[in-house]
């Protein structure tokens, strides 16, 4: 992925009021679970508007943002401004962060794995645990596998707004539920969870993990 890609340039003005509603409990939950974490920086990754930066600031964290979309970046920055609140967004790639081992007491990702293409998953899951401190909490939000008929029913609904985001971005949806959604990437990548709760009718998971001391 290159910098100058902006791939959500032209939906970074419409996020938040298309997703807050949905996406801002999910958000709140998360920001309690770090907020409870020993004392430290919490690093977001592809965090778009920054609003979980902002619920983990509230929470009373430092918080950093990266996001690739100078857009998500710019709006981002507006909420810092407004909210005068302790967090800071850097525009850069998940792939390839920006900053030393073990610099993070905890650091997350939402919604963005499951868009990313199958070779980069194991990269920016490897960068989380990098640059997280040992001992630290790893936070994996998105898609999981439907466990029962209705969830499968509803996953429909996923799969139609997955769709409307592009023919990449369906192939990279489609591939990452194939291969097990949620449970399947952290299973293949060897990381061991301490929790996985299911949220938003069973579809969404919140998986906690921490990186071996
Ligand atoms: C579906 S949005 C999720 C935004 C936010 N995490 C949320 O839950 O609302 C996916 C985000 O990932 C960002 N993104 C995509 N590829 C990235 C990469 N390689 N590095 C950093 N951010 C990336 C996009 O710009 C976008 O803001």
Redesign the pocket.
């Known amino acids: 992925?290159r910098l100058a890609d902006d791939?959500?340039g032209a939906v970074a003005p419409i996020?938040d009021a298309a997703?807050a509603w949905a996406?801002d409990p999910l958000r709140r939950e998360l920001a309690d679970v770090v907020g409870r974490e020993r004392d430290g920086t919490v690093l977001?990754?592809?965090?778009?508007?920054g609003?979980?930066c902002y619920f983990f600031a509230r929470a009373g964290r430092d918080a950093v943002g990266?996001?690739?979309?100078a857009g998500?970046i710019r709006r981002a920055a507006r909420l810092e401004k407004s909210q005068a609140a302790r967090m800071n967004f850097v525009r850069?790639?998940?792939?390839r962060l920006p900053f030393p081992d073990a610099s993070f007491t905890a650091c997350t990702?939402?919604?963005?794995l499951h868009?990313?293409p199958p070779g980069?998953r194991p990269v920016?899951l490897a960068e989380m645990l990098r640059v997280t401190r040992p001992g630290g909490l790893i936070a994996v939000?998105d898609y999981l596998s439907p466990h029962t008929g209705a969830q499968a029913t509803l996953s429909w609904a996923v799969k139609a707004v997955e769709r409307l985001a592009g023919r990449d971005h369906h192939a990279y949806y489609a591939d990452y539920m194939r291969q097990g959604g949620l449970e399947g990437l952290l299973e293949r990548q060897g990381m061991r969870t301490i929790d996985v709760r299911r949220r938003m009718f069973g579809l969404i998971g919140i998986a906690l993990a921490r990186r071996p001391a």
């Open positions: 992925m791939e959500y996020y997703t996406l977001d990754l592809c965090c778009g508007t609003r979980q990266v996001d690739l979309s998500m850069g790639d998940a792939a990702i939402s919604l963005a868009e990313k980069m920016i939000v």
